[in-house]
C-alpha cells in the first residue's frame, strides 16, 4: 500500500512570511495528488491536484501555488502568507490505476500569526 | 466547490446503539468513498462503492448508494467509544477530482 510522508507536522509562521509544505509518496508510481486545507471543525477544501509532473489544477483562486517536480513529490508554496492562510493541510494520493482508496498524510497545522 | 454534503452535521449516540449518517452529491460519479477522521489526524478510507452497486458491507460498516436521488448512507451498528471520529463521504468524478463534504461528527457516549 502506499505511504504518504508530509511534513512539518505544526507550523508558526508571521504574517508575510513564505511557506513550503511537502509531500512525498512510497508504494506507487504515478499517482494523483492532492492538497486539501480543512478549517477547524470543517470539511475538506480541494485546493489543488495533480495527475502527472508538472500538472496542476487549481481549484480556488488564493494566496497559494503548488508545484510536482518528481512523481512522487507534491509541493505547497506561498510567496507571503496571510492571517487566513491558517488551517490543517492534508495531502492525500490516488492510484492512477482507476477506484481505488486515497491515502492521506497526517497533515500540517499551521499557524499564521 | 464541495460535491457531496452530509447530513447531520453532528451525531451523538450512546453506546451500541446504530449510527446513520447521509451524504448527498451533486454531478455523476464512478465511486463514492466514506473515510474517517480522528481529530487533529488524516482521513482513514472505510469503504468504497462503485456507481454500480447498490449496497456494501464490511465488518459493522452498511453503505447504501442511490444514484437516481445521488445520495449514500453509512450505518455503523453496534457502535463503540472508539467510534467517535468525523466521517466524509468523498466523490471520484472522471476527472479523477476527489471532493469531499463537510463530514459528519459522530460522538459515541459509553
Known amino acids: 500500500s502506499q505511504t504518504i510522508h508530509q511534513w512539518p507536522a505544526t507550523l508558526v509562521q508571521p504574517v508575510g512570511s513564505p511557506l513550503s509544505l511537502e509531500c512525498t509518496v512510497e508504494g506507487t508510481s504515478n499517482p494523483n495528488l492532492y492538497w486539501y486545507r480543512q478549517a477547524a471543525g470543517r470539511g475538506l477544501q480541494l485546493l489543488f491536484y495533480?495527475?502527472?509532473?508538472?500538472?496542476i489544477s487549481s481549484e480556488v483562486p488564493q494566496n497559494l501555488s503548488a508545484s510536482r517536480p518528481q512523481d512522487r513529490q507534491f509541493i505547497l508554496s506561498s510567496k507571503k502568507l496571510l492571517l487566513s492562510d491558517s488551517g490543517f493541510y492534508l495531502c492525500?494520493?490516488?492510484?492512477?490505476?482507476?477506484?481505488?482508496?486515497?491515502?492521506f498524510g497526517q497533515g500540517t497545522r499551521l499557524t499564521v500569526v | 466547490s464541495q460535491q457531496g454534503e452530509e447530513d447531520p452535521q453532528a451525531l451523538s449516540i450512546q453506546e451500541g446503539e446504530n449510527a446513520t449518517m447521509n451524504c448527498s452529491y451533486k454531478?455523476?460519479?464512478?465511486?463514492l468513498q466514506w473515510y474517517r477522521q480522528n481529530s487533529g489526524r488524516g482521513l482513514v478510507h472505510l469503504i468504497l462503492?462503485?456507481?454500480?452497486?447498490r449496497e456494501k458491507h464490511s465488518g459493522r460498516l452498511r453503505v447504501t448508494l442511490d444514484t437516481s436521488k445521488k445520495s449514500s448512507s453509512l450505518l455503523i451498528t453496534a457502535s463503540r467509544a472508539a467510534d467517535t471520529a468525523s466521517y466524509f463521504c468523498a466523490t471520484d468524478a472522471s476527472d479523477y477530482k476527489l471532493s469531499f463534504g463537510a463530514g459528519t461528527t459522530v460522538t459515541v457516549r459509553a
Open positions: 495533480s495527475v502527472g509532473i508538472g500538472q
Open positions: 462503492i462503485r456507481s454500480n452497486e
Open positions: 454531478t455523476s460519479i464512478n465511486n
Open positions: 492525500a494520493c490516488l492510484s492512477n490505476r482507476g477506484e481505488t482508496e486515497a491515502f
